[in-house]
């Protein structure tokens, strides 16, 4: 198993930026794909981005395309979500969460693919 720690989430402007960091310890993350999910107060955890274990291939929710990057850095065992152009509506709390071994690409969006989650970062939107 392996253990997953966000971090860098926090108050922020309308319009404004924030860079969440994931660090995995316990085990590598090897072949296994990553993914950000996020969940606002009252809601279902919903999917917001992931990236395949080699970094080649990447996808997004619709409603953060073109403002949120995910990048990983396997060296260092990391994770990252750029996020731009922050809307109160993008506030919540993001997890990040390592995909099952075997899970499907095609998957990726599904929070049953991931096996291990970390425990969160608040982000914060103010208008």
């Known amino acids: 198993q392996v253990q997953l720690a966000e971090s860098g989430g926090g108050p922020v402007q309308a319009g404004g930026s924030l860079r969440l960091s994931c660090a995995a310890s316990g085990r590598t993350l090897g072949t296994r794909a990553m993914g950000w999910f996020r969940q606002a107060l009252g809601t279902e955890r919903e999917f917001v981005a992931a990236i395949s274990w080699s970094g080649g291939s990447t996808v997004y929710d619709d409603s953060v395309k073109g403002r949120f990057t995910i990048s990983r850095d396997n060296t260092k065992n990391t994770v990252s979500l750029q996020m731009s152009s922050l809307k109160p509506d993008d506030a919540g709390v993001y997890y990040c969460?390592?995909?099952?071994?075997?899970?499907?690409?095609?998957?990726?969006?599904?929070?049953?693919?991931?096996?291990?989650w970390g425990q969160g970062t608040q982000v914060t939107v103010s208008s």
């Open positions: 969460a390592a995909g099952r071994y075997g899970s499907r690409w095609s998957e990726s969006k599904n929070p049953g693919a991931y096996g291990d």
